[in-house]
């Protein structure tokens, strides 16, 4: 039986890849995962009801078909605006997982996607991880977790790259 951040985290990944990027995944045991190929992936941190970070994670046949789907294109678009694409839609999973976890009325900051620094799936200092899934798709494979600062909320009210999640959501 999943935990509950782990399901929302699955309902977030599974419904973005289908509805931005017309991916079709299916769910895949965590083990191995270590040993992904990854191609590339991206961080986006949050703060507000809680502070954390949603990281992202594709393999080298992902990449290029969600760039070129998210974007209509006819051919893979070059490496950057690949990247660009997997950044937005980590923004968009995190935006939709949020909710899920924390309820419709948390409001959250997200800040722009980064490039992950190595090892992104595991946790940093002061972080736990609360969910990680691991979709299959005819592409290849993804991997995402979410991690939490350990102690609770530490709102961010700079304004910078303010996102209201809760309205992403709905």
């Known amino acids: 039986m999943q935990q509950p951040a782990t399901t929302a985290l ?11 990027v017309l991916l079709f995944p299916e769910p895949l045991a965590i083990e191995g995962a270590e040993f992904l190929p990854i191609a590339a992936a991206v961080d986006v941190a949050y703060g507000g009801a809680q502070t954390g970070r949603v990281a992202v994670a594709v393999t080298a046949g992902v990449l290029p078909a ?6 209509g294109a006819a051919a893979a ?4 605006l690949q990247r660009d694409a997997l950044g937005e839609l980590a923004n968009v999973v995190t935006g939709n997982v949020l909710p ?4 419709a009325a948390a409001v959250f900051r997200l800040a722009a ?5 190595p090892g992104p799936f595991h946790p940093r200092a002061g972080e736990r991880q609360v969910a990680m899934v ?3 798709m005819d592409e290849g494979e993804a991997l995402l977790a979410l991690f939490e600062q350990d102690g609770g909320a530490a709102p961010d009210d700079s304004g910078a790259g303010a996102a209201r999640v809760a309205a992403a959501a709905a």
């Open 77 to 80: 678009p070059d490496g950057q």
């Open 66 to 71: 969600l760039a070129e789907n998210m974007l």
């Open 10 to 20: 699955l309902r977030a990944a599974t419904s973005t890849f289908e509805s931005l």
């Open 134 to 136: 691991r979709l299959q």
């Open 113 to 117: 996607p980064v490039a992950a620094i």
């Open 100 to 103: 899920l976890v924390h309820g």
